[in-house]
Structures are given as C-alpha cells and as structure tokens.
Nanobody
Framework: QVQLVEIGGGLVQPGGSLRLSCTASRTIFRFATMGWYRQTPGKQRELVATITAGTSPDTFNYADSVKGRFTISRDNAKNTVFLQMNSLEPEDTAVYYC???????????WGQGTQVTVSA
C-alpha cells in the first residue's frame, strides 16, 4: 500500500503563489506517472499537471487553464513531487489531490487532498 501525503495548501490572494508537495511512502521510481488533480463541489476531478517518474527525460502534461502559471517537478531523493502555483486566480480554488500510478502493482493511489483557496 502506498501513502501519499500532501502539504502546502492554504488561503492566498489573487496573483499570489503557493507550493504544494506530495511525498510518497515508496520510491517514486515505482510510479509511471505522478500528478496533481483538483476538484470543486459538484464537479468532476480534473487534471492539473502530470510528470513521468523514473524515466529520462521527464514528460510533462498541463491543463490549458494552468499552462504558464503552474509548474510540476520532482525530487527523486525525497520521493516528492511539487506543484508550484503562481499568478493564482479565484478559479483555481479547489481541493488539490496528488496521484501516483504504480507500474508494478498497477494501482492508482490518491492523497487525502489539500484545500487551496484564492480570495481577496
């Protein structure tokens, strides 16, 4: 069983920045992809950004709504994936979830979620 622990959410003003981190209980080289998704009440969970893990070069995928503002990255030594969020907008308000697909046990794991609120 894999555990994903997210930290870094909070309240920020429009135009501000936040950095989310997601630390896995196993080496991230196990995971074909790791990523961030977000969800607001009454809506489906949507992709924010993904990154391949354990391969070189990295491959990135971003939702159109966050391109140029958000950056996903990873620290292999710390088994951690980050989401740097800049120029935040009220529309970015959501619960953000970390995900990881384990290539060995073929399971998709989710973190517990962290709330991001963008408001003046």
């Amino acid at each position: 069983q894999v555990q994903l622990v997210e930290i870094g959410g909070g309240l920020v003003q429009p135009g501000g920045s936040l950095r989310l981190s997601c630390t896995a209980s196993r080496t991230i080289f196990r995971f074909a992809t790791m990523g961030w998704y977000r969800q607001t009440p009454g809506k489906q969970r949507e992709l924010v950004a993904t990154i391949t893990a354990g391969t070189s070069p990295d491959t990135f995928n971003y939702a159109d709504s966050v391109k140029g503002r958000f950056t996903i990255s990873r620290d292999n030594a710390k088994n951690t994936v980050f989401l740097q969020m800049n120029s935040l907008e009220p529309e970015d308000t959501a619960v953000y979830y970390c995900s990881a697909y384990d290539r060995y046990d073929r399971q998709l794991y989710w973190g517990q979620g962290t709330q991001v609120t963008v408001s003046a």
